[in-house]
């Protein structure tokens, strides 16, 4: 591999062998930051079984595997690959906003911070200051889809759509700045729409999946866009290395037809889990109703018959 700027750029054409290889970067921020993430989840998961309170194997489980995919997709050879492939990059960055996000939110980070910090020390400030993000003006604003759902397409549209990605995409800084906002965004659309943990905001299950449908269709309509375009959206992926026999406009058709595909299945996903905890929701409703009725009666119900008893008699 050569050494272009502080990373490393592949010589050899992509291939799923390569693409997948372990190739730690010289400074691997995002897999060191998903290292840090997965030991403190599991040292407050450890704390809440050793001292005899109950925690999800399986939410450990989910947010372990989001740190995981993290690792993978920005450790591996792709994150080398992505700095001259449209196509590259366009996996990373759905893997970043749509995969590995849900896998986050599901892992309920925000109730394991707030059940398994020492309310002594320095545990004492982290509560304070997540207690401060819950009551935040700013929590609200950054929850709300009039925010949210914007941010998310703009890292679509607004990137490719314009120079934006080729400026920033130019350096190793702007590279890396722009994958840990991508991560960001991801993180705040799934927890608005997916996250049990307490949030500033917290929609209806209608709500969330009104966000879903809306943001759904602009998504597949911008890979359709991507695939039907001639020209190159992204200069600094315009010109790979020679000796990676690469068709730019197959590539960037290829980008599009991840951002149409691969993009598409996690929405559905979510929008699935959406439904069926409304669903379970309503039935919990129904059932806590009809136990009420058991036990105290229906009074409405009750009223309505003596109302209908008085205008029988009435009548007679």
């Known amino acids: 591999m050569d050494t272009w700027g502080p990373v490393w750029v592949p010589t050899a054409p992509p291939s799923l062998a390569t693409l997948f290889a372990p190739t730690l970067q010289p400074l691997p921020v995002l897999p060191a930051l998903a290292v840090v993430m997965a030991t403190a989840y599991l040292a407050g998961a450890v704390r809440m079984w050793t001292t005899g309170r109950r925690w999800s194997p399986w ?125 960001a965004a991801g993180v705040l659309f799934t927890a608005a729409v997916l996250s049990r943990d307490p949030l500033p905001v917290r929609q209806s299950h209608l709500g969330r999946a009104a966000d879903m449908f809306l943001e759904m269709p602009l998504h597949a309509f911008f890979g359709v866009i991507v695939m039907l375009s001639v020209t190159p959206l992204v200069t600094v992926f315009a010109a790979p290395p020679p000796g990676w026999g690469v068709d730019v406009i197959a590539d960037q058709e290829l980008a599009g037809a991840l951002a149409w595909s691969y993009g598409e299945i996690p929405s559905v996903l979510l929008l699935l889990i959406i439904f069926v905890r409304w669903h379970r929701e309503e039935d919990r409703g129904s059932r806590a109703r009809d136990r009420h009725v058991d036990q105290y009666g229906d009074a409405d119900l009750e009223a309505y018959n003596a109302y209908l008893q008085q205008l029988q008699h009435r009548s007679h």
């Not at 989001?66 to 001259?84: K, T």
């Open 59 to 183: 939410a450990t489980l989910s947010f372990l595997s989001g740190c995981a995919v993290l690792v993978v997709v920005m450790g591996f050879g792709i994150e080398g690959y992505g700095l001259r492939l449209f196509s590259a990059f366009m996996f990373q960055q759905l893997t970043l906003m749509m995969a590995v996000p849900p896998l986050l939110v599901l892992g309920r980070p925000g109730t394991l911070l707030l059940r398994a910090t020492p309310h002594h020390g320095a545990g004492r400030m982290v509560l304070c200051g997540a207690h401060w993000g819950l009551r935040s003006r700013a929590g609200r604003v950054l929850l709300h889809p009039a925010f949210m759902v914007p941010l998310f397409l703009v890292c679509f549209y607004g990137l490719y759509l314009t120079d934006l990605a080729s400026s920033v995409l130019s350096t190793w800084a702007g590279h890396t700045g722009l994958e840990l906002a991508l991560l």
